[in-house]
Protein backbone atom coordinates (compact mmCIF):
# COMPACT_ATOMS: atom_id res chain seq x y z
CA UNK A 1 0.00 0.00 0.00
CA UNK A 2 1.35 3.55 -0.99
CA UNK A 3 0.28 6.75 -1.74
CA UNK A 4 0.00 7.47 -5.69
CA UNK A 5 0.70 5.68 -8.81
CA UNK A 6 4.09 6.51 -9.87
CA UNK A 7 4.81 5.07 -6.13
CA UNK A 8 2.92 1.82 -6.65
CA UNK A 9 3.01 1.36 -9.88
CA UNK A 10 6.93 0.97 -9.73
CA UNK A 11 6.95 -0.49 -6.18
CA UNK A 12 4.85 -3.17 -7.99
CA UNK A 13 7.21 -3.70 -11.24
CA UNK A 14 9.83 -4.37 -8.46
CA UNK A 15 8.03 -6.93 -6.43
CA UNK A 16 7.30 -8.31 -9.71
CA UNK A 17 11.14 -8.46 -10.64
CA UNK A 18 12.04 -9.64 -7.47
CA UNK A 19 9.46 -12.81 -8.04
CA UNK A 20 11.06 -13.69 -11.14
CA UNK A 21 14.09 -13.89 -9.55
CA UNK A 22 12.89 -16.12 -7.08
CA UNK A 23 11.54 -18.45 -9.62
CA UNK A 24 14.72 -18.24 -11.70
CA UNK A 25 16.80 -19.45 -8.36
CA UNK A 26 14.28 -22.01 -7.61
CA UNK A 27 14.92 -23.45 -11.08
CA UNK A 28 18.76 -23.12 -11.61
CA UNK A 29 18.55 -24.95 -7.81
CA UNK A 30 16.21 -27.72 -9.28
CA UNK A 31 17.97 -27.93 -12.30
CA UNK A 32 21.67 -28.22 -11.09
CA UNK A 33 20.98 -29.91 -7.37
CA UNK A 34 19.94 -33.17 -6.43
CA UNK A 35 16.56 -35.00 -5.62
CA UNK A 36 15.57 -33.39 -2.35
CA UNK A 37 17.56 -30.47 -1.87
CA UNK A 38 14.59 -27.91 -1.81
CA UNK A 39 13.76 -29.64 0.50
CA UNK A 40 16.46 -29.59 2.33
CA UNK A 41 16.50 -25.72 1.34
CA UNK A 42 12.98 -25.24 2.97
CA UNK A 43 13.82 -26.93 6.58
CA UNK A 44 16.86 -25.13 6.56
CA UNK A 45 15.01 -21.60 5.82
CA UNK A 46 12.32 -22.84 8.60
CA UNK A 47 14.70 -24.80 11.29
CA UNK A 48 18.70 -23.79 10.77
CA UNK A 49 19.92 -21.63 13.17
CA UNK A 50 21.82 -19.58 10.30
CA UNK A 51 18.57 -18.22 8.72
CA UNK A 52 16.36 -17.38 11.43
CA UNK A 53 17.53 -13.92 12.04
CA UNK A 54 17.17 -13.37 8.21
CA UNK A 55 13.82 -15.01 8.24
CA UNK A 56 12.71 -12.87 11.08
CA UNK A 57 14.13 -9.81 9.68
CA UNK A 58 11.71 -10.74 6.48
CA UNK A 59 8.40 -11.65 8.07
CA UNK A 60 8.42 -8.50 10.39
CA UNK A 61 8.59 -6.49 7.30
CA UNK A 62 5.83 -8.57 5.74
CA UNK A 63 3.45 -6.67 8.46
CA UNK A 64 4.58 -3.25 8.80
CA UNK A 65 2.68 -0.45 8.97
CA UNK A 66 4.74 2.36 7.36
CA UNK A 67 5.22 1.93 3.35
CA UNK A 68 8.18 3.82 3.30
CA UNK A 69 10.10 2.83 6.09
CA UNK A 70 9.12 -0.70 4.17
CA UNK A 71 10.95 0.44 0.98
CA UNK A 72 13.95 1.82 2.96
CA UNK A 73 14.10 -2.04 4.65
CA UNK A 74 13.61 -3.92 1.76
CA UNK A 75 14.22 -2.02 -1.32
CA UNK A 76 17.45 -0.22 0.53
CA UNK A 77 18.82 -2.10 3.35
CA UNK A 78 18.19 -6.02 2.89
CA UNK A 79 18.43 -5.27 -1.17
CA UNK A 80 21.40 -3.22 -1.02
CA UNK A 81 23.30 -5.64 1.27
CA UNK A 82 21.94 -8.98 0.15
CA UNK A 83 22.88 -8.95 -3.54
CA UNK A 84 26.36 -7.00 -3.07
CA UNK A 85 26.48 -10.13 -0.80
CA UNK A 86 25.49 -12.70 -3.56
CA UNK A 87 26.11 -11.67 -6.86
CA UNK A 88 29.30 -9.83 -5.97
CA UNK A 89 31.20 -11.13 -3.08
CA UNK A 90 29.78 -14.99 -2.50
CA UNK A 91 29.56 -14.83 -6.67
CA UNK A 92 33.52 -14.01 -7.06
CA UNK A 93 34.79 -16.69 -4.49
CA UNK A 94 32.63 -19.17 -6.67
CA UNK A 95 33.94 -18.25 -9.88
CA UNK A 96 37.68 -17.90 -8.32
CA UNK A 97 36.68 -21.89 -7.71
CA UNK A 98 34.87 -23.12 -10.00
CA UNK A 99 35.24 -20.84 -12.66
CA UNK A 100 32.43 -18.16 -14.50
CA UNK A 101 29.08 -20.85 -14.81
CA UNK A 102 27.06 -19.84 -11.90
CA UNK A 103 28.08 -15.67 -12.92
CA UNK A 104 26.78 -15.99 -16.06
CA UNK A 105 23.66 -17.97 -15.09
CA UNK A 106 22.93 -15.31 -12.29
CA UNK A 107 23.90 -12.01 -14.63
CA UNK A 108 20.55 -10.93 -15.48
CA UNK A 109 20.40 -10.82 -11.38
CA UNK A 110 23.52 -8.70 -10.94
CA UNK A 111 22.51 -6.84 -13.98
CA UNK A 112 18.93 -5.96 -12.77
CA UNK A 113 20.28 -4.79 -9.95
CA UNK A 114 22.56 -2.36 -10.92
CA UNK A 115 19.10 -0.90 -12.63
CA UNK A 116 16.69 -0.87 -9.83
CA UNK A 117 19.45 0.58 -7.41
CA UNK A 118 18.81 4.01 -9.72
CA UNK A 119 15.45 4.00 -9.52
CA UNK A 120 15.56 3.12 -5.60
CA UNK A 121 18.40 5.82 -5.07
CA UNK A 122 16.51 8.40 -6.89
CA UNK A 123 13.45 7.72 -4.95
CA UNK A 124 15.53 8.64 -1.45
CA UNK A 125 17.19 11.55 -3.11
CA UNK A 126 13.57 13.34 -3.99
CA UNK A 127 12.35 12.02 -0.33
CA UNK A 128 15.35 13.16 1.81
CA UNK A 129 15.72 16.57 -0.51
CA UNK A 130 11.99 17.57 0.61
CA UNK A 131 12.57 18.41 4.15
CA UNK A 132 14.77 18.43 6.90
CA UNK A 133 12.33 16.03 8.68
CA UNK A 134 11.97 13.75 6.14
CA UNK A 135 16.25 13.48 5.85
CA UNK A 136 16.18 12.73 9.72
CA UNK A 137 13.15 10.25 9.57
CA UNK A 138 14.49 8.38 6.73
CA UNK A 139 18.65 8.08 7.42
CA UNK A 140 17.03 7.11 11.10
CA UNK A 141 15.51 3.82 8.93
CA UNK A 142 17.97 3.12 6.81
CA UNK A 143 20.35 3.09 10.01
CA UNK A 144 18.28 1.07 11.86
CA UNK A 145 17.35 -1.42 8.85
CA UNK A 146 21.03 -1.67 7.79
CA UNK A 147 22.24 -2.89 11.06
CA UNK A 148 19.26 -5.33 11.18
CA UNK A 149 19.78 -6.49 7.77
CA UNK A 150 24.06 -6.85 8.40
CA UNK A 151 23.07 -8.98 11.56
CA UNK A 152 20.73 -11.17 10.11
CA UNK A 153 22.86 -11.72 7.03
CA UNK A 154 26.16 -12.55 8.76
CA UNK A 155 25.31 -16.22 9.91
CA UNK A 156 24.27 -16.80 5.76
CA UNK A 157 27.22 -15.45 4.99
CA UNK A 158 29.45 -17.19 6.93
CA UNK A 159 27.68 -20.10 5.49
CA UNK A 160 29.10 -19.05 2.01
CA UNK A 161 32.09 -17.70 2.55
CA UNK A 162 33.77 -18.36 6.12
CA UNK A 163 36.31 -16.61 7.55
CA UNK A 164 35.78 -13.84 4.56
CA UNK A 165 32.16 -13.35 5.72
CA UNK A 166 32.95 -10.36 7.91
CA UNK A 167 35.00 -8.44 5.13
CA UNK A 168 32.66 -8.85 2.46
CA UNK A 169 29.84 -7.64 4.14
CA UNK A 170 31.95 -4.70 5.54
CA UNK A 171 32.50 -3.90 1.86
CA UNK A 172 29.01 -4.09 0.78
CA UNK A 173 27.84 -1.83 4.02
CA UNK A 174 30.60 0.27 3.01
CA UNK A 175 29.39 0.51 -1.18
CA UNK A 176 25.87 0.96 0.36
CA UNK A 177 26.73 3.19 2.76
CA UNK A 178 28.19 5.67 -0.23
CA UNK A 179 25.44 5.08 -2.31
CA UNK A 180 22.88 6.40 0.52
CA UNK A 181 25.42 9.22 1.39
CA UNK A 182 25.06 10.52 -2.24
CA UNK A 183 21.48 10.14 -2.36
CA UNK A 184 21.23 12.25 0.18
CA UNK A 185 21.11 10.85 3.53
CA UNK A 186 23.63 10.97 6.92
CA UNK A 187 24.98 6.95 7.27
Known amino acids: YGYGTAVTQACLYAGMDQLGIAQYLTRLG ?32 LVMKDWFELF ?8 GLLFCLAYKEVDGVIAAKA ?13 WFQDHCKWVDAVIKGVAAESE ?46 RMAKAGLSV
Request: net charge negative.
Open 72 to 79: VAQNVALD
Open 30 to 61: LLMGQQGDLEAAKHAWLNAPAWQELRRLVEDT
Open 133 to 178: ANQKLVSGWYAAWRQRAADALDPVARLALGDGAAAALAKCRSHLDA
Open 99 to 111: GPTVSMLTRFQAE
